[in-house]
Every structure is written in C-alpha cells, then in structure tokens.
C-alpha cells in the first residue's frame, strides 16, 4: 500500500507553522510515503515565493500543488517555477504562456506518481477573462499525452461542489485520488468511487482557526458590509488548524483502498 497525506490550502505563516509543528508526529502516524500541499496561499496568504515554499519543504512537504493564486507574486513566479521545477505545479488548463508545468511525474516507492493540478471553471472564469480551458477535456488530454504512469493523483482546485463531483465522478476509475482544494473548509464527503478513486470536495485549510479562511474576521467583513474590495489582512493570531487526507493506494493496481480526513486543531505555537 502506497500511503499519501495531502494538506489543503496552507495559508500564510500561521499554515507554515501549522506543517512545521504537526508534520514529524503526522508522518510517524500515518507512516506516509508522499506528503504533498497547496501552497497557493502559502506567501502572507496570496502566491508563492522561494522563501516560503522552501520552509514547507524543511518542514518535511515533499511536493507542491497550487491553483489561481498562484501567479499573484508576479514578479517572483517565474523564478520560482524555474527554481522548483519538479517540485511545483500549477493548473494544466491555465494558458500555456504561463510559468511552470501543470502536471510531474514522481517516483514514489518505485513506482511512476503522476501529479496532476487542475483548475475549474464554475465562478473561477472571470479572474482570468475566460482563459481557463476546461478541465474535463484537460484530463483526458493529460492521460494521452503524459508519461505512462502507476499511480495518479489530481488536485482539483475548484469553487462549486457541484462541478467539484461531477469532476470526481468523470474521472472515477482514470485516476487514484481527485482531491478538491481552494474552499479552505473541509467537507465531509471523503470516500472511495465505485471505480477506485479516492475523493473529497475539499481538504480543508491549514492556517489561523478563529478566521474567515485564514483572513482577519474584521477585514473579511468589511467587504461583506461595505459591498466594496477592501483590504484583506491575513490572520496569524490564536488557534491553528491543519485539514487534510491519507489516501491508501494499492501498489499492485494503482486504485484507492482508502481515504479518510482530518482536521487537527491545537494552541498557537511560537511564530
Ligand atoms: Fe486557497
Ligand atoms: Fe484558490
């Protein structure tokens, strides 16, 4: 058995600290063989930066997904591609004239991973003026053209359930794991499709508890009572949580035996 954790949305420096103070004791627990998180929120909540990808990986992370956050530190994200390619992948329907690839494939207990990123379309087309293709379409061309693989795990970075099940149940039996991301709150949905892939709407978040997805509650409010685009301030303050999934494999066939969430909540550490 091929044993994965994968974290949700790591927001900021409090889900930096959240990884660095729960990953020693979550690896010996789940005995896993790949750790991988969205860093899309990992740089004071919005992007990516060397820096901070490069604590997930002191902390233990082994690989990086991401979604449409992930080009907000423009000036860095060509660099930062660059520097951690095969560590790092972004959403393999955004525009090709992006940085980075959307798609590696890994070497996990002798075996070909291949991780795939994708983004979806339902209230996620307008950030990028409809440039998003569709993902439906973008797996499957993946599964044509990507290197022969044993295993293949797909971080659907996604907004709406609906699309995000329907998503689950299309690649039900192509893939291992359609993990959903970008919600920042954990559903209560994981479990095993009739055709062997593992599945949840979304992972959760890893970041400040007493928040409103890892922003201040005050700022998070203000948008809502003022009906404008305010300011949003990223909370580092009090309680931390940490959302994510083990995905058990099978070795021989490549299909999910298991998944199961978590959510760990525990004391501010020192930041
Ligand atoms: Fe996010
Ligand atoms: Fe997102």
């Not at 990884?19 to 789940?30: A, I, K």
């Not at 930066?49 to 994200?77: I, P």
């Not at 996604?158 to 329907?166: I, L, P």
């Not at 039996?173 to 559903?187: E, F, L, P, R």
Request: charged fraction near 25%; hydrophobic fraction near 40%; charge should be negative.
């Amino acid at each position: 058995m091929i044993r994965i954790l994968f974290f949700g949305d790591v927001v900021g420096k409090a889900g930096r600290a959240g990884l660095r103070t729960t990953l020693p004791e979550l690896r010996e627990e789940f005995k896993s063989d790949l750790i991988v998180a969205n860093a899309e929120n990992v740089a004071h909540g919005v992007g990516i930066t060397l820096k901070t990808a490069n604590e997930l990986f002191a902390s233990g992370v082994d690989f990086l997904t991401s979604g449409n956050h992930v080009f907000d530190r423009k000036e860095q994200t060509a660099e930062v591609f660059e520097v951690l390619s095969g560590r790092l992948i972004r959403p393999a329907n955004f525009p090709d004239s992006y940085p980075g690839k959307g798609w590696e494939q890994i070497s996990v207990q002798g075996k070909k991973l291949l991780m795939v990123n994708l983004n979806a379309q339902v209230f996620m087309e307008k950030q990028f003026s409809g440039e998003i293709r569709s993902p439906f379409i973008t797996l499957d061309r993946i599964l044509q053209t990507a290197p022969k693989s044993d295993i293949i795990i797909v971080d659907f970075h996604s907004e709406a359930t609906s699309e995000k099940r329907g998503f689950g149940f299309y690649a039900d039996g192509k893939v291992a794991a359609v993990v959903g991301t970008h919600t920042h709150v954990q559903t209560a949905d994981a479990q095993v499709l009739p055709q062997g892939t593992a599945y949840i709407s979304d992972v959760g978040m890893c970041g400040a508890r007493q928040s409103v997805l890892g922003v201040k509650t005050e700022s998070a409010l203000n948008r809502f009572l003022t009906g404008e685009r305010t300011a949003l301030e990223v909370e580092e303050a009090g309680e931390i949580e940490v959302g994510a999934v083990l995905i058990e494999i099978d070795h021989a066939s490549g299909k999910a035996k298991h998944i199961q969430s978590f959510l760990r909540v525990f004391p501010a550490p020192v930041l």
